[in-house]
């Protein structure tokens, strides 16, 4: 349900599941977070990319798998809860290049990503109300922060209420929009700029940047202020200062 490739130091996750707009199934998440632990623990692999199909990144979780799960089978099993997890622990920075329909669970699959790229006509929604139940893996929270309040509810509680790309690029929900057939490669670019870098500050500084969402202002620059210490233990950084001064290029080694 999912292809992958590699272009250099960039992997590719590139949801597969055409016939059903890519609905996340417990298949397809069992095969994209198999990818994902794959990449991220590869010295090879500086980011990662996730992407669906032109129409659609993904149109949400399977309604037709679980509509008939029951409260204690969910709660037993603390259903989706395993399917999100490697998403939230991967260390690598992972950019999704959203084209076409990102509904409920893609929206929020989008949103567990750390950059989003969208092509001109993607959609983002949470259309779960229309289904008698609400976001289950970050819609009311990652949306709210990312595109504040009011909106969020009117997102959330018409189910119907969208953000085009062009309103998703306005509220920070997404860092840019690219034409649907340029995005992956727009994404990849991007990827493989970030995974030139020092994979080991790469990965403080996306560990940093996601501290302030969990801390306090002073917690999050104590936070801060100890990993770019630590980064002078690194070689990368010994490397990238020198270079500095010696008017070259670095070359990271990723140490
Ligand atoms: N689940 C299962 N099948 C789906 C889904 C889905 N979410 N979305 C589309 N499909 C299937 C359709 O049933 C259809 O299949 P078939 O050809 O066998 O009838 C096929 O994909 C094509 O869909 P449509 O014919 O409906 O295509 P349209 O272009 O007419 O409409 C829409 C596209 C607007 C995207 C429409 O398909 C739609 O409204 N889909 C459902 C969107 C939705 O409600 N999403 C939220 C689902 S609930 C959820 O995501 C909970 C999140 C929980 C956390 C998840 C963790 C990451």
């Known amino acids: 349900m999912i292809k992958t490739e ?18 996340l199934c417990s298949e397809l998440f069992h095969e994209v977070n198999d990818a994902l632990a794959r990449f991220d623990s590869d010295d090879g692999i500086g980011a990662v990319v996730l ?21 204690i089978h969910n709660y037993k099993t603390n259903f989706l809860g395993h399917w999100v ?8 920075p992972i950019i999704a290049a959203v084209n ?32 008698g139940t609400i976001p289950g893996a970050g819609g009311t929270q990652r949306l709210t922060r990312a ?9 959330v509680l018409t189910g119907t209420v969208n953000l085009t790309a062009q309103e998703a690029l306005a509220s920070g929900l ?12 727009e994404a990849i670019k991007t990827a493989a700029k970030i995974a030139a870098k020092g994979a080991v500050s790469v990965q403080m500084a996306k560990e940093a940047v996601n501290q302030a969402y969990e801390l306090s202002l002073s917690s999050g620059l104590h936070f ?8 002078f233990a690194t070689k990368d950084q010994k490397e990238g200062m020198a270079a500095f001064a010696e008017k070259r290029k670095p070359k990271f080694v990723h140490e």
């Open 147 to 155: 595109v504040g309040k009011s909106k969020a509810m009117e997102m």
């Open 100 to 131: 076409g329909y990102a509904l409920g669970g893609g929206c929020e699959l989008a949103m567990m990503c750390d950059i989003i790229y969208a092509g001109e006509k993607a959609v983002f929604g949470q259309p779960e109300i229309n289904l």
């Open 51 to 71: 992407t669906g199909s032109e129409r659609a990144f993904a149109a949400g979780a399977d309604i037709k798998e679980m509509k008939d799960a029951e409260f």
């Open 85 to 92: 997890e490697q998403l939230s622990r991967m260390r690598k």
């Open 174 to 185: 997404v860092s840019a929009v690219h034409p649907p057939e340029e995005l992956v490669a």
């Open 6 to 23: 590699t272009q250099g130091r960039v992997a590719v996750v590139t949801l597969d599941r055409p016939k059903a707009l890519n609905a």
């Open 224 to 231: 801060e202020r100890r990993l770019f210490q630590a980064t």
